[in-house]
């Protein structure tokens, strides 16, 4: 049988460099986490769910990265707008679901563009695009898409469950912007 492998390269690949225990402490982790995980919790009951006054609005945690869940994929959390108020402005590159669980309103969404170059260069919709929900309707919100939500409802409250992934943050991906804070907030 032939050598196919170059001797300079695999000198090369042998040659002297620092040494690491990586495998090791990753075998160490992964152990740890599956410890942990049995600990976490398989059902999170209302009154461990915390509010959270935040520059997008009041919200109600009920599945976060930091509440010991076993869920490790999501953030699920509930906004609620008093009558005529509106959330924040933000923007984050993984994509977001709404459902409107009480009320009436509308969204504002300033969809993204990009061009790869040399690096990427984001550019934003001048113009936003506008889509009402109502009680039971559901909204997709596409990645860094900047995006805004209104209660058009002079006299009552609205309430939506939002659900995002926290998958692309370990992946480097943790663009997350407050462009605009909710009034009051």
């Not at 999170?44 to 997008?56: G, L, T, W």
């Not at 609620?80 to 669980?101: D, N, T, W, Y």
Request: proline share 6%; charged share 30%; net charge negative.
């Amino acid at each position: 049988m032939n050598n196919i492998v170059d001797p300079i390269e695999r000198q090369r690949a042998h040659a002297p460099t620092t040494q690491a225990n990586f495998y090791a402490q990753a075998l160490e982790i992964s152990s740890r986490f599956r410890e942990d995980y049995k600990n976490r919790l398989n059902v999170v009951k209302a009154s461990q769910m915390p509010f959270e006054r935040s520059p997008d609005g009041l919200i109600k945690h009920i599945i976060h990265e930091g509440m010991n869940t076993k869920e490790c994929c999501l953030d699920i959390y509930m906004q609620f707008f008093p009558p005529g108020q509106a959330s924040g402005k933000s923007r984050h590159l993984s994509e977001e679901i709404m459902f409107v669980v009480e009320g009436s309103g509308y969204d504002l969404h300033w969809d993204v563009k990009f061009d790869c170059k040399e690096t990427i260069e984001f550019t934003w919709e001048e113009t936003p695009k506008r889509f009402e929900w109502k009680q039971g309707d559901f909204v997709y919100i596409p990645p860094y898409c900047g995006h805004k939500r209104f209660n058009s409802d002079p006299a009552n409250e609205a309430r939506v469950v939002v659900m995002n992934s926290r998958i692309i943050k370990p992946m480097g991906f943790d663009w997350f912007e407050q462009l605009e804070r909710a009034e009051g907030f």
